[in-house]
């Protein structure tokens, strides 16, 4: 399956700032319509009811410095239903 990357943002943040961040977006996942913007460009999506939610920490180590990086996410997957199945009402 190909992968479509519609938006995507990165960048140095403060930890409270990141919380505020997130604040922001647990009301708008919460409400069901998540707006993503920056630098004037935007995307909006629907979440359904029930997405599937998934957290992970890794811990990456560097193969020649041996540094250590670390990553958490926080992810929300969901299929969009066809318009056959969204007029029978079944998933």
């Not at 992970?56 to 929300?76: F, N, P, V």
Request: hydrophobic share 30%.
């Amino acid at each position: 399956m190909p992968e479509e990357e519609l938006f995507k943002t990165e960048g140095q943040h403060t930890r409270a700032e990141i919380a505020t961040m997130l604040s922001a977006a647990a009301e708008e996942i919460e409400s069901g319509t998540v707006e993503l913007e920056d630098a004037g460009e935007t995307e909006r999506v629907s979440i359904p009811d029930q997405p599937l939610f998934e957290v992970e920490l890794e811990r990456l180590t560097d193969s020649e410095t041996g540094e250590m990086r670390y990553e958490l996410e926080y992810e929300i997957r969901w299929t969009e239903a066809s318009d056959e199945t969204e007029a029978d009402g079944s998933r």
